[in-house]
Nanobody, 124 residues
C-alpha cells in the first residue's frame, strides 16, 4: 500500500514536500517513483529513486527544483518541490516497482503499484 500526503495549494515560487508512506512489501527492494497527471494531459514520470538510493531520475522539467529522498528505516519517500509554477499543477502519485526501468527512464511498468494521489495546485 502506498499513501501520499503533503499536497496543497501554493503560489508561484512556493514549495511543498510530498510524502509517500509504504507498507505491505519489502520496501528497500523497490524503486519508488513520483508521477503526475494534469487534467487533459498524459501521466508524466517526475522522479524516481532506487531501493538503495543509488539511482535517481528526474524529468527535465523538474531538474534543479525537485529533490527525491527515501528513508528505508521508516518506509518513507519524500519529494521536495521548490520554485513551483502553475505548470506543476497536477495530481501527484507515488508508485513502487521492483525493477530498474522506472528509475532509468521515468516510465511505469506492468509491475508498478500505485497510490491514490495527492493534489498539488500552484496559482499565479
Amino acid at each position: 500500500q502506498l499513501v501520499e500526503s503533503g499536497g496543497g495549494s501554493v503560489q508561484t515560487g512556493g514549495s511543498l514536500r510530498l510524502s509517500c508512506a509504504a507498507s505491505g512489501f519489502t520496501f528497500d527492494d523497490y524503486a519508488i517513483g513520483w508521477f503526475r497527471q494534469a487534467p487533459g494531459k498524459e501521466r508524466e514520470g517526475v522522479s524516481c529513486i532506487s531501493g538503495g538510493s543509488t539511482d535517481i531520475y528526474y524529468a527535465e522539467s523538474t531538474k534543479g527544483r525537485f529533490t527525491i529522498s527515501r528513508d528505508n528505516a521508516n518506509n518513507m519517500v519524500y519529494l521536495q518541490m521548490s520554485s513551483l509554477n502553475p505548470e506543476d499543477t497536477a495530481v501527484y502519485y507515488c508508485a513502487a516497482d521492483p525493477g530498474f526501468v522506472m528509475c532509468l527512464n521515468g516510465q511505469a511498468t506492468v509491475s508498478t503499484t500505485w497510490g491514490r494521489g495527492t493534489q498539488v495546485t500552484v496559482s499565479s
